[in-house]
């Protein structure tokens, strides 16, 4: 249960992690989008509670969803329009990333 | 005499010791998120697992036993996790409340319940069944080493029995 119980190493786990809400239609854009692309990843639902999302705020600095961890690139972001160009320029047609693009 | 009736529920249909335990993947409920896991990914990061099933969270049954197993430092002496049939929401909540340092799946159809043979209807309760208060050690290669299922109801482990039993003294 502690925050340190998810070792970033775990042997089969998607190399993606996507905080989410239930029913947040900024996080259902990138799902879509993490979907199109055929990425795998692990949903992470959080609390609907602003104040109570202290997981995303420890690993993003903010208390907002969705977010992002993408260890193919070492990458976490959060903002959906922030995501959605990430994701877009590293994995959709024409991707420019040079590193993990292709996995 | 007492005179409030104990339910006998008749024997359970578990995997017992020796017998491979069900593999399953529920949301696993922290207090900060949820995630879908599976029992054997849960074993091969931590080993030999603890799994006690027990009613709803709403239920004092289900309190009763979490709060006798954080008493008892269940969690700082063996990996353990919980089954319910709550939703995460709800597992959520009654971890938060009572701030128990353990993990709990959410089986709100209670499927894993069934699996493992210890599904309970609730007196008929119309649409819900939920676990049976029930403890599996589960081993490395996911046997069953041991196993407790309630046959009363209500019913408690014997928890100086299973720390015996599981080697948690």
Known sequence: MSSTSAPTTASDDPPITFYRLQGCPYCERVARLLNEFDLEYQSRFVEPMHSDRNVVKRVAGVRTVPVVVDENTGITMAESANIVEYLESTYGDGATATDGGEV | ?169
């Open chain 2, 1 to 169: 005499m007492p005179d409030f009736e104990v339910v006998d529920l008749g024997p359970a249909d578990n995997p017992e010791a020796g017998d491979e335990a069900p593999d399953f993947t529920r949301p696993l409920v922290t207090d900060e998120y949820w995630e879908n896991r599976s029992l054997s990914e849960l074993v091969a990061e931590h080993g030999r697992t603890i799994v006690v099933f027990t009613p709803m969270t709403g239920s004092f049954l289900a309190k009763y036993v979490w709060d006798e197993l954080a008493e008892r430092g269940w969690d700082e002496k063996a990996h353990v996790v919980g089954v319910t049939a709550s939703t995460p929401y709800g597992v959520k909540r009654f971890l938060e409340d009572n701030e128990y340092p353990f993990t709990v799946f959410a089986d709100p159809a209670a499927d894993v319940a069934r699996d493992y043979g210890i599904d309970h209807d609730l007196d008929g309760m119309a649409g819900i069944t939920e676990p049976r208060p029930a403890v599996f050690a589960v081993g490395e290669d996911l046997t069953v080493e041991d196993a407790w299922v309630g046959t009363d109801w209500p019913d408690f482990p014997d928890y100086d029995d299973l720390e015996e039993r599981f080697g948690l003294e």
